[in-house]
């Protein structure tokens, strides 16, 4: 019999952390234990798995030295309180966060740069990159031996599940005051967003980015190992409950094959790509599945050495979730 | 007294018709007769107008000779068939629908190439461009002296209502329909556009790009007088009924001077800046204004040769009606 690990999920009460549960579930991950944790709010709450219920956890009065691996899927605060702690413990740490330093936990898309894997020291620390970097990821590194791209341009459309439950409560109640008429008191976002769009996520920096948008550079930048990219992102609030949308220009050194491109990225693994007679919706198509979904691949209007492109994306997903499980079934391969 | 005119509005019962004769109205128009024209589905059917209620007549039945200026804003083919008409009875025509050929009726905003209007034949032939163009050229034509724009890159968030009433009323139904629980079945649109993004506006032409990104591409070059210029273009469908939102990157020749850039569009016709620890949403700034919102005007994040910007806008008033108001105000100083 193959050797079973004791697991913790931080966070899972949440968006990110539900889904993870399930997906620990469908791939089998080979797992003794499980335990739940979140915050002392939830102690009481329990979630299905294997059949079972399995009661939520506080944080706060866990003993990681119980567990081999923690997911840490809640906010940067808690893996920056708990994972000190966890790593004390001996516990490998996986960081849906993106709270801990890129230098201390490497970004990591298993379909990407899992040679990265190869070289931590016990108890690993790793973190999955933000969602919209984890997705462009995808699509582009089967297309580094055909491509150079000197500026990647992406407008990232994202669904409120990206701020968590609470986003998508908000959606739902503003749509519902809207479609009956009644005024409208924005409370979780800063303004309305049923039937709008959002200039931005997050509060922005000094420089006129925001937190996301800065992420994303720095995090394709790091798991492409491609420091020269130019990278620009926008990244809006949608109404969309679930799934993001990317519209991508590339800026390549030269005229783009296209059919070379079509037949990269039919092989590449993790992604779905979509006929140019057809396209990709995040609800549509990508919300619930694994693959990244690419669509509307044609080369620049003014320009043939420019790519363009359109991702459709699970953020809780791919996005999250399903990437943190991907990196934890290697660690145990490796390492545990 | 000042001279008055008689003016026909072709597709007087759409969403840019019904707007156009507001503006009409509001913007004292120097009308002596207005003529509402549409399809003969809508006989029978009237409009207020100073104070009155205007009945909506048969474009078939109607003799253009008594017009000097016709508004056509109805679909593509009913300008291809009337316009000819119109000419041939000596009326001046305004295309809101994009029809007619460029060298034929110019395409023109304004506050941006307004000289123009001063070389055209009588009766003259004038088309608003495209409505995300007309956006552009208003922000870019007051950068013009500051900076040498290489390529722009721009993702379109694209309101229902751009597809006219029926786009209207297929968002309506079908976030009712979700928010009821009941089965979805897309009509107008091709898919589920509640809650969701869809990747373009319209079919592709054989290149990959749809004809609102071409005609983007072309329109803000020809509004622009700038041939050499690169334009990437992405139209997408928002789940939005009124407002398009553009997520606008620059790339430039030298960096940029941000307060410079701020300062001329502080001082631009048409633009509102909005401070970038704001930002403009369609939705709660831009329809029902004149104006252009601007905001989140930041330099590349990777790159100070760039400049990254969002853009809302009405696309029935500045996208359309207005702008073709604004030209006719000036047709009727210069020829009429
Ligand atoms: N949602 C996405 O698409 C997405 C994508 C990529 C990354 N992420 C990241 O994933 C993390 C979780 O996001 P989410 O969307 O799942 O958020 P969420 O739906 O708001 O859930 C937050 C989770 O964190 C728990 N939590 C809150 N305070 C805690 C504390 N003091 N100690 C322990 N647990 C606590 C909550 O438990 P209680 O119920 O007890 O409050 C809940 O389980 C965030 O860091 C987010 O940035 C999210
Ligand atoms: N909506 C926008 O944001 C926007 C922006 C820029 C440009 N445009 C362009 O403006 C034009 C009108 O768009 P819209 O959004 O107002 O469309 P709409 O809401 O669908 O209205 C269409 C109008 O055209 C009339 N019409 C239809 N068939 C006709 C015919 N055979 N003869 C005369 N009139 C006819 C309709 O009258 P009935 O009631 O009799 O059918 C109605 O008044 C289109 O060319 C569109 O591309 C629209």
Chains 1, 2 share one sequence.
């Not at 949608?238 to 037949?263: H, K, N, R, W």
């Not at 499980?325 to 290697?330: D, F, R, S, T």
């Amino acid at each position: 019999m193959s050797k079973l690990f004791n697991v913790a999920v931080i966070g899972a009460t949440g968006t990110v952390g539900e889904t993870l549960v399930q997906l620990l579930e469908e791939r089998e991950f080979p797992l003794l234990n499980l335990h739940l944790l979140a915050s002392s709010e939830s102690v009481g709450q329990s979630l299905p798995f294997r059949g079972k219920n399995v009661r939520v956890r506080d944080i706060d009065a866990f003993d990681f030295s119980q567990v081999q691996l923690a997911f840490f899927a809640a906010a940067e605060a808690v893996t920056l309180s708990y994972a000190p702690r966890a790593q004390a413990a001996g516990c490998s740490v996986i960081d849906l966060s993106g709270a801990l330093p890129a230098d201390q936990a490497p970004r990591v898309v298993p379909e990407v740069n899992a040679e990265v894997l190869a070289s931590l020291a016990v108890p690993v620390q790793v973190a999955c990159p933000n969602a919209t970097a984890t997705a462009l990821a995808v699509v582009l590194a089967p297309l580094r031996s055909l491509l150079t791209v000197r500026r990647l341009s992406v407008t990232a459309c994202l669904a409120v599940s990206g701020a968590g439950r609470e986003g998508v409560a908000e959606l739902a109640r503003q749509t519902t005051e809207l479609l009956n008429m009644r005024p409208l008191e924005p409370r979780f976002f800063d303004r309305q967003i049923a039937f709008n769009l959002l200039a931005r996520t997050e509060p922005i920096q000094g420089t006129g980015h925001t937190r996301s948008e800065l992420q994303i550079a720095a995090d394709i930048r790091h798991v492409l190992a491609d420091d020269a990219l130019k990278v620009s992102a926008t990244c809006l609030q949608a109404p969309v409950f679930f799934g993001d949308s990317l519209s991508v220009t590339l800026e390549l050194v030269s005229a783009v094959d296209l059919l070379a491109v079509q037949a990269a990225l039919e092989a590449a693994p993790g992604v779905e790509l979509v006929d140019s007679d057809d396209y990709p919706t995040a609800v549509g198509d990508a919300v619930g599945q694994d693959a990244v979904y690419v669509g509307r691949l044609r080369s620049g209007l003014t320009d043939d050495a420019e790519l363009n492109l359109w991702i459709a994306s699970d953020n809780v997903r791919k996005g999250s979730a399903l990437n943190a499980v991907q990196l934890g079934e290697l660690l145990i391969k490796h390492y545990l």
